[in-house]
């Protein structure tokens, strides 16, 4: 879970017995930005945060900012530490991109350049960015509740993965990302690197490709 999705009493609970005595990084992917809510829980967020780290890419693509609160900004904050590198996040909400985007810009100004924010509801927007890589190197995938959808998508980026590309997908156990699961389990190039569930995840995966 994450600090915005507690009740009253957990957070009750979180705030004088449990926050004490956390770490300054474990309040930072459990608690998210002040003001923005976000999504994924903590476990979720650090995996996404430390993919990025070790695997370093030019450009990160998500497809679903929602808010900004939750993946979007852990992604940020890991190609801040690197201190280069960028992640494009595609929304197809108009209202829910602006918001993202004006946030960034007033209230994470040294997060802002690591962002870009697209609007619409093809992938297409990302060829830009991955013609100037050459390559995509990291790919989140967590749209709508809709697996030909995101197949679909995953087909968009599949010309684009190269050995060492990451791709990460949200609520991996649902409807969502069934037939990529499929896929995925006969395609031998791809190898699972991390999975998690509940307690910690209503559902991810992290793949490499070999």
């Excluded at 209230?107 to 050459?134: D, K």
Aim: hydrophobic share 45%; proline share 6%.
């Amino acid at each position: 879970m994450n600090l915005p999705a507690l009740n009253a009493r957990q957070r009750f609970f979180y705030r004088y017995c449990v926050r004490p005595f956390s770490s300054a990084e474990e309040r930072k992917f459990f608690e998210g930005i002040p003001g923005i809510a976000g999504q994924l829980y903590r476990a979720e967020r650090r995996a996404l945060h430390d993919a990025v780290v070790r695997r370093q890419p030019a450009f990160a693509f998500e497809i679903g900012t929602f808010n900004g609160g939750g993946s979007t900004y852990f992604l940020a904050l890991a190609f801040a530490k690197l201190g280069r590198g960028k992640l494009v996040t595609l929304e197809i909400d108009p209202a829910l991109q602006a918001k993202a985007a004006a946030f960034y810009t007033t209230q994470l100004p040294t997060l802002r350049p690591h962002v870009e924010f697209l609007l619409g509801g093809s992938p297409e927007l990302f060829t830009p960015f991955l013609q100037q890589a050459g390559a995509a190197e990291f790919v989140f995938l967590d749209g709508a509740e809709n697996a030909a959808q995101s197949l679909e998508q995953y087909r968009f980026f599949e010309p684009w993965f190269r050995r060492g590309s990451v791709l990460a997908l949200h609520d991996w156990n649902t409807e969502k990302m069934r037939l990529i699961r499929e896929l995925l389990c006969h395609t031998p190039r791809w190898r699972e690197t991390l999975a998690l569930a509940e307690p910690d995840s209503i559902g991810f995966a992290l793949f490499e490709m070999l």
